[in-house]
């Protein structure tokens, strides 16, 4: 199959000079440098996109600030809600051009661009629309006698925490920065975001989209460049909150810095080394297209995607065989085409990280199918799938990121639980049986932010997402974020 033309907003956007967005335009900056964009498929410059400034990063913080005192506390919460619908309706509106952003510059399958990533930016929003209007706080009687006839009363109020820093990673461009300006903008908060150095370009269309439907300006502003960026803002004074999405390293720097800094708030949500078991009663046939789905898509670079399969003994050896054959089944090839269901990875850092891998492969496990770079343009890889002998696999220990999963075999479900919790993470987990009576007495069990029984990286708006142990702090989604993005001010009165 042919690839999808390119639209013509979409080559006008890519020729456009880009940079920074501060204060409802954009921030270009004549001096500044300049990184260039690249399309992983093919390793070509398809964009360049200025690198933000420590004088712009102040300028965006001060921008953000002005809106948060000013136009977006003046704006009712009933019309915040109109607003994140109508940027909600701008992004449906403009979603094959922003999946074609998409496409180009992660590597993301045009399909999965479409019907994962602008999809789910229109749902999480919306999603977060309908908060603006039920953020309150509760009425108190307060405990201790009153003294001659005084009386008091009390009552809570979730006021917005203010200035927000959203660093945002490579992976979900957009619907991460979605998660994080829907999160900001409908507790009452403004918002400077930072999108990856790789993948910056969705964003910046869409904060262009957010001023043409009414969005204050400096409520939502982004900032370019890589992780020196990143720190200015959550070193920033003014910056009251971070909310950070990347890898372990990155996230625990990014905690210590906004803490010692001004007792910033934090809410980090980090990398795993997700395990899916599969018990002894599964239907192998029915678990296979989910585990690839779960697994693969996007090959393989989602926070919560399993990495470690643990089969009961019984039935490793039809798994093996299924999944393997399914993997080998994948179509490899442009993120444009929309018969692929298997792009290249995003960046050559990745590549190369993923590369290095293959070349620790087969010492200790069996390599079912993958384990090869794929063609000499573009980041391709293939799926991959190894089967272990020890517990103490690198591969089952160490998170790759990649398109790899490892699967091992396990007896009884007391070792089972041990393998699921022997890890320094706990983002997500799953089980795959129709034995619910037996998941349901696992579930309190398992150390795991989030635990799917036959489903596994099913992000859903109304569901708190986050991690335990090294995988985080803090929970995004639900009512949870609103915690995160409120402070509570207590009042008490005497009358
Ligand atoms: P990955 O390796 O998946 O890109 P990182 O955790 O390194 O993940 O990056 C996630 C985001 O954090 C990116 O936007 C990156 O530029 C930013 N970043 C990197 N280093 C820092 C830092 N020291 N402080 C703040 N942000 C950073």
Known sequence: MSEVALLDSVI????????????????????????????PANEQVIARVQDATAVQVDAAVAAASRAFKGS???????????????????????????????ALNSGKAINVARGLEVAQSVVFLRYFAGWTTKINGESITPSLPSMAGEQYTAFTRREP?????????????????????????ATGCTIVLKPSEFSPLSLLRLVELATEVGIPDGAINVV???????????????????????????GIAVGAAAMKSKLTRVTL?????????????????????????TAFTHQGQICASPERIYVHRSRIDELEQKLGAALAGLKIGSPLDESVQFGPLANKAHYQKIASYFERMGDGQVVVTGGRTVGDKGYFVEPTLLRASSPDDLFLTEETFGPIVCLLAFDSDEELIELLNDTPYGLGASLWTNDLSKALRMIPRIESGTVW??????????VPFGGSKSSGIGREFGSAFIEAFTELKSVMIRY
């Open 12 to 39: 006008t956007f890519l020729a456009k000079p880009l940079g920074s967005f501060i204060d409802g335009r954009p921030a270009l900056d004549e001096q500044a440098g300049v990184s260039e964009i690249i399309n």
């Open 161 to 185: 925490v203010g200035v927000v820093a959203g660093i945002v990673p490579w992976n979900f461009p957009l619907l991460i920065a979605v998660w994080k300006l829907g999160s900001a903008l």
């Open 224 to 250: 370019t460049g890589a992780g020196k960026v990143g720190q200015w803002l959550t070193e920033h004074g003014e910056v009251r909150k971070v909310s950070f999405t990347g890898s372990v390293p990155t």
């Open 453 to 462: 029984v036959n489903m596994h990286t099913f992000l859903d708006p109304a």
């Open 269 to 293: 949500e980090l990398g795993g080394k997700n395990p899916a078991a599969l018990l002894a009663d599964v239907n192998i046939d029915d678990v296979v297209p989910g585990l690839v789905m």
């Open 72 to 102: 977006w506390a003046q704006t009712s919460p009933y019309l915040r809600g109109v607003l994140l619908n109508k940027l909600a309706d701008a992004i449906e509106q403009h979603g094959e051009e922003l999946a074609q952003l998409e």
